[in-house]
């Protein structure tokens, strides 16, 4: 069987013996004209192809080459901010989590870089935070970095005199935990405080101001120097201790964690049998990246495997969110895998190895641990949804499922579901629940409970009203939407400033103007910290005791493998200090029933997530791509021992719509564009390749019943059932086509009985569709040259013939009927005339006027050469009368004979042919008297 290049290439080179397209015989020369006229095609074509070609170059590679969004060139770095602007980027942060027994002092290190295009003077560097934070509003609203950090404010330490344009220098600053407000950070108690690092410096102006600040939460779990009841243990107003031990197990929270991992879609569409092909992030190996030690993929295994191990008290609450993309795009790119450039450029990916023993962890990981399936490449339900794509969704459900459990070797929660960002309208919640699914984790903010919606509600289970599915209302376990919203990275927001002196002219002392910067969610160090401190929070607020707690960070985490680490880790320490109580996600092992104790609620879907969608111009070309897909593989047939499954050639292609459909694209519109032109290019590329192939050159038909040869040509590794189509072309009649099974990679040649009404030269367009009648390839026409006399042609002969013999049969019947007349007849040119006749043999003539010595002359043109005279004829025919000339007219001079007739020449032409005049026969002398 032809191999993955003859899939991809399926015209080849014509059959040998028959000329290619456009071929002449060596010796033959083309006129004048068609030379030039040939030569001026050749430059139309070239002109075209070469246009073709740079329309490809400008809009990137076409078919498989097309861009692929994530290798889309990134915009250039930004130019320096104008004015003066320092960027504190901090590496590390001792600790992470104030306790009791940890160190007393905060340990900052990291480094500053000056962004702006001024050189800044006299820089320093300061902590200040705070005060406690004590309700969800609060805690919200230092998240967005509205919240003042000013209750204590320590002196500034000096970094550098001058820090120019361009420049770095490292930092590390270190300040008491307890103690005066002057010198520390004067902890007093545990909960949870907005900390700020604040850089100040002065500009060109002479103008001291806020230039670069970081903020994040500090949660304190027990106050350094306390374990033990040691000194300082519960001094100071209003002092709390962590307790250690659960003095009521009813008051513990039940606390579950999602723990997903998930990548951005990477995977450009290949045949089966092919190398895998990834697109790059502007020329880098991203998913080598995140596979290596260090990466975000890798840090957040390695977090699993240390953090949450088997026999940990964090491990029974932790369950496992895979996107099936993910795994199935590592196991394949273990065994090797191509990557592609921005420009189209191909090369060898270097994570093969880094991704056969990344999986190889996660399947250790997984075993026996709680495991639920994100959607396929964590595609966006509402969009596919509302475009009808209702079988791509509950692809994207019910088989990426299927998928996890057959890559991990695990069993999966197949009826269960956790959508992006949490949020679902009514309709795809009914095509979730039309493809199997029973239950959901969704945002707490996307119900209502007793049409009310509030934030009050941080999780539990609710049994939606509606829509009903076929085994009854579908139940959603709901995530906290602030713990969600602390794993993300939300936007800048005005910050207060620390200035000595006025804010002047440039603003950036005024609170409005002046923004400070959070790593949460930047997949640097302490992008988790903000959800460590929400965490920490929700442990320590009475007002969510005994209440459910489900944590569930974004699909995309982007966050380090240290700080996923730090958070299990809190979680365990919590539990074990009897502030949470692991449980496992209900409806699974251990978890319970999900719907026994669950309150009715409605589906909330709001209108900012509309506006994020993919959008509708998106999910219209991969409606397209879907219904030809389809029609593909419906006339797709597995052929036993031989080529591959229709599963195994267009699942792949289901794959690459719900890759071009990621809610990842969410906002993005330009990628998720490009993502359904690489999709809509592919699929126009797979039916182009079921077709009737064009013949080198016309048919000749000689006959008027001849078979007609039509070649049919698969291109896919798959066989496929198929009828030809042949258009209505007057003078051609073809018989019933049968259908026709192509085998794979192959072709197949049929002869058409065909009846041939004309002769000439004509074109039949061809074309093959499914057994439902959807068209597959492309026409193709097929040049027709006949020969043949067709009914027309032998009608118009015969009347021909007909018409010709009633004309001969009419002339002779004239001929008889004058002969019957008994009319004088004109002898033929074959008679001579009789003696006394009065023709021009008649030898009674007068003679002439006498001549020389008295012998009488005729009269007429000189003498010539006498004519060849003819016998005699053998009929007598009747004397005519004779004229006797009077003495005073003038002598008549006699006819002269005519020349005998050629026999070859027919007698009616001799009929129509006046004898030729010419002299008479001059009479001999006469002997004697």
């Not at 545990?190 to 670069?212: F, I, Q, S």
């Not at 240390?306 to 065994?335: N, W």
């Not at 007002?543 to 996923?564: I, K």
């Not at 006797?884 to 009616?908: L, Y």
Request: proline share 12%.
């Amino acid at each position: 069987m032809p191999g993955p290049a003859a899939w991809r290439h399926p015209r080849g080179r014509p059959p040998a013996g028959r000329p290619a397209a456009g071929h002449r015989p060596a010796g033959r020369k083309r006129p004048a004209r068609r030379v030039d006229g040939l030569a001026a095609a050749v430059v139309i074509v070239l002109v075209t192809l070469l246009g073709v070609s740079g329309a490809a170059t400008a809009a990137g590679p076409a078919l498989d080459s097309a861009p692929d969004p994530a290798a889309r060139p990134r915009p250039a770095p930004p130019a320096p901010d104008a004015g003066p602007r320092l960027e504190l980027r901090i590496d590390e942060m001792t600790p992470r989590v104030v306790t009791a027994d940890g160190p007393d002092t905060l340990t900052v290190s990291g480094e500053l870089v000056n962004t702006g295009d001024e050189p800044v003077t006299d820089v320093k560097i300061r902590p200040q935070r705070g005060d406690r934070l004590r309700t969800e509003g609060e805690l919200r609203t230092a998240l967005a970095g509205g919240l003042s950090a000013d209750t204590v404010l320590v002196a500034f330490t000096e970094l550098v005199d001058t820090l120019a344009p361009g420049q770095r220098m490292p930092v590390r600053l270190s300040l008491p935990l307890r103690g005066p407000a002057s010198d520390t950070l004067a902890l007093q108690r545990t909960g949870v405080y907005p900390l700020l690092v604040n850089v100040n410096g002065t500009a060109e102006d002479g103008e001291r101001v806020r230039l670069g600040a970081v903020r994040v939460l500090l949660p304190v779990l027990g106050l350094p120097g306390t374990a033990g009841g040691g000194p300082g243990a519960g001094t100071g107003p209003g002092a709390a201790v962590l307790p250690t031990v659960p003095t009521d197990p009813t008051d513990s929270n039940p606390v579950t964690v999602l723990f997903p991992l998930a990548d951005q879609p990477r995977r450009l569409p290949t045949g089966p049998g092919e190398s895998v092909l990834l697109g790059s992030d502007n020329g880098r190996d991203a998913l080598a990246d995140q596979l290596a030690p260090g990466g975000r993929l890798d840090g957040l295994l390695g977090a699993l495997e240390t953090a949450a191990p088997a026999g940990s008290a964090v491990r029974d609450a932790v369950c496992l969110a895979v996107d099936p993309d993910l795994v199935v795009t590592v196991r394949d790119a273990a065994a090797g895998y191509r990557l592609r450039g921005p420009d189209g450029t191909e090369a060898d990916g270097r994570g093969a190895g880094l991704a056969g023993r990344w999986l190889a962890r996660l399947r250790a990981a997984a075993a026996g641990r709680c495991v639920l399936a994100l959607p396929f490449a964590d595609a966006d339900l509402v969009a596919l949804s509302r475009a009808g794509l209702d079988d791509l969704a509950g692809y994207a459900t019910r088989d990426g499922a299927r998928i996890v459990a057959d890559v991990l070797g695990t069993p999966v929660r197949a009826d269960t579901t956790w959508p992006a960002d949490g949020l679902l309208d009514e309709r795809s919640v009914g095509d979730y629940l039309a493809a199997g699914g029973r239950t959901l984790v969704l945002s707490a903010d996307s119900v209502a409970r007793g049409g009310r919606a509030g934030r009050e509600d941080i999780g539990g289970a609710v049994r939606l009203t509606s829509p009903r599915g076929p085994a009854g209302p579908p139940i959603a376990f709901l995530a906290d939407p602030l713990l969600t919203l602390a794993a993300g990275a939300p936007g800048s927001a005005p910050a207060s400033a620390d200035q000595v002196g006025t804010a002047g002219s440039r603003g950036l002392g005024s609170p409005s103007a002046n923004t400070s910067s959070s790593p949460s969610g930047g997949g640097g160090p302490l992008s988790g910290q903000d959800l460590t401190g929400a965490v920490v929070f929700r442990a320590l607020d009475q007002g969510s005791t005994g209440s459910t707690l489900l944590l569930a960070p974004p699909h995309q985490w982007n966050v380090a493998g240290g700080d996923a680490r730090e958070l299990l880790a809190s979680v365990s320490t919590l539990i074990a200090a009897g502030r949470f109580r692991a449980t496992p996600l209900a409806g699974g092992p251990g978890g319970g029933d999900p719907g026994r104790d669950a309150d009715n609620a409605s589906l909330i879907y709001p209108l900012r997530a509309g506006a994020r969608e993919v959008p509708a111009t998106v999910t219209a070309q991969l409606r397209a791509a879907r219904v030809t897909t389809a029609e593909l593989r419906s006339a797709a047939v597995a052929e036993p021992g031989v080529g591959n499954t229709p599963a195994q050639v267009f699942d792949p292609v289901t794959e690459g719509l719900l890759r071009a459909s990621t809610a990842v694209f969410r906002g993005r519109t330009d990628d998720s564009a490009a993502a359904a032109k690489v999709m809509t290019v592919r699929v126009r590329f797979l039916r182009s390749l079921v077709r009737v192939l064009e013949p080198p050159s016309p048919f000749a038909l000689g006959d008027r019943e001849a078979p007609l040869p039509i070649t049919l040509s698969n291109g896919l590794p798959v066989a496929m059932n198929v009828r030809v189509a042949l258009s209505s072309t007057p003078g051609l009649r073809t018989g019933e086509i049968p259908a026709q099974r192509i085998p794979p990679l192959g072709r197949l040649q049929l002869r058409v009985n065909a009846q041939l009404n004309r002769a000439g030269q004509f074109a039949v367009q061809a074309r093959l569709t499914t057994l439902d009648g959807a068209a597959l390839g492309p026409t193709s026409r097929l040049q027709l040259r006949s020969t043949a006399y067709g009914t027309i042609t032998l009608w118009l002969t015969v009347a021909a013939g007909v018409l010709l013999v009633i004309l001969a049969g009419r002339r002779i019947a004239r001929r008889v009927a004058a002969a019957r007349a008994g009319g004088p007849r004109r002898p033929g040119p074959t008679e001579s005339m009789a003696p006394g006749s009065t023709g021009p043999a008649d030898s009674t003539a007068p003679p002439g006027p006498p001549g020389r010595n008295g012998v009488p002359n005729r009269s007429g043109p000189a003498r010539s050469s006498p004519a060849p005279t003819s016998p005699a004829p053998t009929s007598e025919a009747p004397p005519a009368r004779q004229a006797t000339p009077r003495r005073a007219d003038p002598p008549v001079p006699p006819r002269p004979t005519p020349p005998p007739a050629h026999p070859r020449i027919p007698p009616h032409q001799h009929q129509h042919t006046p004898p030729p005049a010419g002299p008479g026969r001059r009479p001999s002398r006469p002997r004697g008297r």
